[in-house]
């Protein structure tokens, strides 16, 4: 083990960007003050930031799974806007007796998740920029840019009544894993079915692919705080109500149901807490599923509103429509919008 | 006093971008998955972090202040390219039990500092995105875009032996406001002098109206790490060495004597300890000031290569040349590279 205070700055950094993709845009990458870049079109941004205790807990952290979590809810948001990404600076904190090796694993966790956002929408995305600081506390703070052509920006504002409701990729599945975590659960001696549950908790795995089959939607936006929560955002910037099928999400709670069961099982036998749980207090194994889909946010889900004529494209399946109206609600009666905001309200 | 605990996280965003300029070139703001914005020519983009304890402690904080700190270090890394400010994303923790006074405080700070640097390059810097977090400790995360033409960025390696080496703002007066911090005193009980250097450390004023009046430098640098080592990339990145003239910097070292002398005095009747000073163990008042000067870098001062017939402009002196070879050298002799790195080496 080679801890980093052992090592220098500029040392490490050339380790950790050993991977670091050519990019053709790249006109001065990381070195200098600054990096240059060439963007095509109008440029997208968007900023997040994991910190440890809040986001994770040293107790679950998997260094690996970390990069590609950061990486995966900044590229999210790019591609929500219907960008293909352009580059990604990394701001990190991390202990000074911090393993190199641990950190190149965070950065492997990066680069895996850049490629595989960059395969699916056949750009490269490469690291242009970032700060390495030392810190009590892992923080990772990502700002990812991408670029679309002018108008073509997909926003959260242009759902119309009659729309149909569409999702790529799943909601539910992370707030499973973090609840199957409080439940004292771990990914090294979870079965297959529930670590797969716990693995998208710690590294979510956004469909990028189904925004090239997305044809022009009328509204899109990256399920990262919970359908309740992000849909309702999307039903007042458009002014319109979002009506959820149940019967369309059942093949997202179905799923759910045996995790929900060990879940039950272990808060029942008084097992550990589940103090950050988003789901109140359920009281079956498909309430708490179904409270896990609405407002579950992690798994970095796309929605997306499109006439309902238009043929949804390859990895979208219809969960809904769009009303007249102002709320968001589950075959008729009103949802409140319960998913994930820090200083809780 | 009202806690951000007791807000939800939307109502703190709005409450803290209330100031948030109004620019042409922001087509999305804050608010949807990511910003949309058009930007004109290359991108730049730089991004730095602050961290409570390793940048800053709660004894000194200001949050006013902070703020400024946390904008000016990564605007004067985009002006240092030669670059226009075209936007910050700003990224935050902090305990959920802050007052949200302060966190207005820190955001007016932030703004402050943006207009400081849009008023002196005549554009609009807004604050396009970002993100809002509960830790334990504070950490603030910023992304800072510009725009800068095609073959018009300055990078630090065009550097030709011959030029003249300028100075536009301040090396030292940071470093002197750290160890004075370190040797107890405080802004609010320390003389205007002294107070100055303090405010200087916690919220460097970067000249970024010299920029304006630069010219075509050969070369350039953010001088945020300390001369001897960022005059030290300039010199590797350009294959030159770089002699640093003492009598030239007198203007620089004097205004340190007094605090110098404060400092050694505080040291030598075993007051409060240095164990993050950057200047080993100085002798007398002069050589302390000196390795200020030569080691301190959190003013920002901007360093330029210029051939020397060329007229430097207003708000630039000269501190020396750039010579064949690899080193950076004072009055000839090699100075060691030992300001400011993370992980110690």
Redesign the interface.
Known sequence: MTR?????????ISRVLTRNPESAHV??GP?????????EG????????L?E???FTRDWLDWDLLGRKAAAQNL???C??G?DPH?L?????VP?DTDIADLEALYSGLFDEAERAGTALECTVPI??????????I?I?I????T?REDA?F???GAQPGDALYLAGTVGRAAAGLDLLFAGLRRETAGPELRALIDTQLAPRPDYGALRTVGTPSA???VSDGLSLDLARVAA?SGVGIDLDRALLRDLIDPLLPAAEVVLDVRATGGAGDADSSDGRAATADDLALSWVLDGGEDHGFAASAPSRQDPGVGWRRIGEIRTGHDVSLDGTPVPASGF?????
Chains 1, 2 share one sequence.
């Open positions: 980093l205070s052992e090592l220098g700055e500029s040392h490490i006109i001065v070195g200098d003050d600054a990096a240059v870049t060439a963007p109008r440029l997208v941004s968007t900023a997040d930031m910190v205790n809040e986001d999210a948001d790019v929500a806007m960008a580059g600076l990394v701001s990190l904190a000074d242009i920029g970032g700060d390495l600081s030392s810190s009590g506390l923080v703070a700002t990812a840019l991408g679309v920006a926003l959260r504002s899109m936006i990256d910037a905001s820090h200083f809780g309200k």
